[in-house]
């Protein structure tokens, strides 16, 4: 067996921030973004993947989570102080948008037509681009995991007593694709 490889670490001068470690994520081909959160604001660290520090640009909200969109430089994320929210975060140009949420999303994903939220009961709100809410389901299950396979369908995994299902949800055959205003 061969051994792993692994480069030699890269350090980074980042300014010393308070707070926690939330992410790290890939930017665009060139760079990547330190997330970290405090009490009262998430500041986003950008630095080459060469390892030059570029920088850092700051939110007045402290962000519970971030999941990446298949826009560049697009994150969604929730508030940690008002979880009933979805924050659109755009990094290039700076921008934070917030939308008020009818549930407490425990997931938030991109699609094809819009933003989804899936609460820990099964309800799921589809936001469009304008921050609208488009559609609502109930009673879905509420996945411990979660892979979009294309710009409709995901494949959850849902645990169960006697083990985990795996489910491939479509929301364009549950018609939901077919309003995108």
């Known amino acids: 067996m061969n051994p792993i490889k692994i ?3 890269s350090q980074i001068p980042i300014p010393p921030t308070a707070g926690e470690i939330q992410a790290l994520l890939p930017l665009d ?3 990547v973004v330190l997330v970290m959160g405090q009490p009262q604001q998430t500041i986003f660290h950008v630095a080459t993947r060469r390892g030059t520090y570029e920088g850092s640009l700051s939110v ?3 962000i519970a989570s971030l999941t990446a969109t298949n826009r560049p430089y697009r994150y969604l994320g929730v508030e940690t102080n008002c ?3 979805l924050l659109i975060i755009d990094l290039k140009p700076f921008r934070a948008i917030r939308y008020r949420a009818d549930i407490v999303p425990h997931w938030v994903f991109a ?3 819009g933003y989804g939220l899936l609460s820990q009961e099964g309800r799921f709100s589809l936001f469009n681009g304008a ?3 488009t559609h609502r389901l109930t009673n879905l299950p509420c996945p411990k995991a979660m892979v979009q396979l294309s710009p409709s369908q995901f494949l959850w995994s849902v645990p169960a007593p006697d ?3 795996l489910y491939i949800v479509d929301f364009a055959e549950m018609g939901l694709a077919a ?3």
């Open 7 to 9: 480069s030699a670490a």
């Open 29 to 31: 081909a060139d760079h």
């Open 60 to 62: 007045s909200v402290a």
């Open 83 to 85: 979880p009933q929210s």
């Open 111 to 113: 699609c094809a037509f």
């Open 131 to 133: 921050g609208q809410i």
């Open 163 to 165: 083990g985990s299902y």
């Open 179 to 181: 309003d995108n205003s």
